[in-house]
C-alpha cells in the first residue's frame, strides 16, 4: 500500500500537477535555446568567411583592387596637327639611285615652314637653285631600298635635318611628297 501512495505521488507529479508541466516546457525552450544559438554562430561565421574569401579572391584577380580600365586625359589625344605655310616652287626633280643597276627617282616635294615665318619663303625662294642642286644630289646617293615607301618617314626626316643645315635664319619643319617613284633603268 505504502508502494501504490508513492506511485499515485510520482504519476500526480508526472500527470497533472501544474507546475511538472509548465517546468517541463521551460526546460525545452532552455535546451533548445543554446542549440540554436550555436547555428545561428555558425552560419554566421560561415557568411564572414565567404564574405572574406571573395573580397580577397576579387582583389587578387582585379591586382589589389586597381581599376584595369585606365582612362587616359583627353587633351594629349584631342588636338590640331600644327599648320604649315607650303612652298611648293621646288619643280620635279629627277635622279638615279647608287644601286648597281641605277634605278630612276622622281620626286616632287613641298616643304612646310612655320605660318608666322616671313622671311623663311624669301629664303627658300632665293636658294631654289641650291634646293634643287642638293635635293638631286642627296637622292642620287640613296640606294633604292633606301626609298622605300616602309622607310618614307626615317627619309623625311633625314632630308629636313639637312636642308635646315643648308639654310642660314630659315627652319623648315615638314616634307611632304607629292611624288616619289623609283623605276629600274
Known amino acids: 500500500m505504502a508502494d501504490d501512495a508513492e506511485e ?3 504519476l500526480g507529479n508526472d500527470e497533472g500537477g501544474d507546475d511538472g508541466g509548465g517546468k517541463k516546457k521551460n526546460n525545452r525552450l532552455a ?11 555558425i552560419g554566421l561565421g560561415l557568411l ?17 583592387g586597381k581599376s584595369q580600365t585606365i582612362v587616359a586625359d583627353n587633351d594629349a589625344y584631342i588636338g590640331t596637327r600644327p599648320q604649315y605655310a ?14 648597281p643597276s641605277p634605278y630612276s627617282v622622281v620626286v616632287e616635294l613641298v616643304l612646310g615652314y612655320d605660318l608666322n615665318n616671313a622671311t623663311v619663303a ?6 631654289l637653285v641650291e634646293l634643287q642642286d642638293f635635293i638631286r644630289n642627296y637622292f642620287s646617293n640613296k ?10 618617314e626615317q627619309l623625311k626626316q633625314d632630308l629636313i635635318e ?10 623648315v619643319r615638314a616634307i611632304f611628297f607629292k611624288q616619289l617613284s623609283t623605276m629600274e633603268m
Open 8 to 10: 499515485k505521488m510520482e
Open 31 to 41: 535546451m533548445l535555446l543554446p542549440q540554436l544559438l550555436k547555428f545561428v554562430a
Open 48 to 64: 564572414i568567411l565567404i564574405v572574406t574569401i571573395s573580397v580577397i579572391t576579387f582583389n587578387i584577380l582585379n591586382k589589389g
Open 86 to 99: 607650303m612652298f611648293s616652287a621646288i619643280p620635279v626633280i629627277r635622279a638615279t639611285t647608287k644601286d
Open 122 to 127: 624669301t629664303e627658300l625662294t632665293s636658294r
Open 143 to 152: 640606294y633604292n631600298a633606301d626609298l622605300q615607301p616602309d622607310k618614307e
Open 162 to 171: 639637312k636642308i635646315n643645315r643648308l639654310l642660314n635664319t630659315a627652319r
